[in-house]
């Protein structure tokens, strides 16, 4: 409809309209954050017995969490933010083996078509 954007807000609160809408911005993205740590960096299964350990596991997790989004933020630079998951698919876990042909090294990646995995492709200068 001609660049507006509509949405729509049922609360309790006693605040002018702009003051509901900056709060509730503010949290449009947490669901999504904690789908991603529970999914991605293993929060649903963690099971540990003390404070301590729950509280030293939450922190490492924590700053995995802040790395990889500074990581999305400024290396990968890209409109839609990918979660985790889709950067190990698709960055991280690239199966590859360098190998000499003659006077030139020759990179070989793993190729997948169509959810079958084929063999080696070259790479050469």
Known sequence: MGGYRFASYITNLNLPS??????YRGRANAENQIKELKYDYGMDKMNVQG????????NFIMVAYNIMSLFKQV???????PTLKSIRFTTLN??????????????KLWEKVDNVSSPFITISP
């Open 18 to 23: 702009v003051e509901v809408w900056r709060l």
């Open 51 to 58: 404070f301590d350990a729950t509280e030293t596991s939450i």
């Open 75 to 81: 290396l990968l630079n890209e409109k839609i933010i």
């Open 94 to 107: 690239i199966g590859s083996y360098l190998i000499q042909k003659g006077r030139h090294n020759v990179l």
